[in-house]
Every structure is written in C-alpha cells, then in structure tokens.
C-alpha cells in the first residue's frame, strides 16, 4: 500500500514537472490555457452562488414550515395532553379510588370472616 502511494506521488511530482516545463517552453498556449482556467473558474463560481442561493431559500422554507406548521401542532398536543391529564386525574378521583377503597374493604371481610371460620374450626377441633 505504502509503495502504491509512493508510486502515485512520484507520477504526480513528475507531471507537475513536465507541466511547467512545458508552460516555460510555450507562453503562448500557457496564457490559452490560463484564460480557460479561469473561465471555468467563474462558471464554477456561479454555479456554486446558485446553489447557494437554493439553499437559502431552501432554509428560509424549512423556518416558515417550523413556525407555521410545526409549532401550532405542537401546541395541540401540548394542549391534547392536558386535556388527557385532567382526563385521568377525574377518573382516578371519581371511579379507580372508590372501586379501591371498596375493594380493600370487600377483601378485609373477607379476611375477616376467614379468621373467625379458622377460629372456629379450631375451637371444634379442640373440644372433639
């Protein structure tokens, strides 16, 4: 690998040294050369402000997207959730704690009549 570099960055030293060799020996077509250069340089350089200016507006549409669209619907969800909070504290006050205590009440008789039937039963045991 590193002899496959070595290789390619002699070919690019010896090309840029023919290059100016040649540039030296031939100013005429140098100076052709250095005009189409720069025009493609200039071409480049618009193509580059276009896309530049594509991706400005690109963004100024993704800002009106995100404060026009994105932020009333996450208002409403904020809003939706709220409404679900409120939604589940009613139901926990009026319908899961009374069914609760009802239960807890329900299984403290029941544990309570198991005691006495357990007493009971023992007390008949013993006087057998």
Not at 61 to 77: C, F, G, V, Y
Not at 84 to 102: A, E, I, Q
């Amino acid at each position: 690998m590193l002899a496959v570099a070595a290789l390619l960055a002699l070919i690019l030293l010896a090309g840029l040294i023919w290059a100016v060799f040649a540039m030296v020996q031939h100013p005429n077509q140098t100076e052709t050369i250095r005009d189409i250069v720069i025009i493609f340089m200039a071409l480049e350089a618009s193509i580059i402000g276009l896309a530049l200016i594509l991706l400005l507006v690109q963004l100024a549409r993704l800002t009106a997207l995100l404060q026009n669209e994105i932020a009333p619907l996450l208002d409403s969800a904020n809003e939706t959730l709220g409404t679900l909070r409120g939604t589940t504290l009613f139901l926990s006050d009026n319908l899961v704690k009374p069914v609760v205590k009802m239960n807890s009440s329900v299984s403290a008789l029941k544990r309570a009549m198991d005691m006495i039937r357990s007493t009971r039963s023992r007390q008949r045991r013993k006087s057998s």
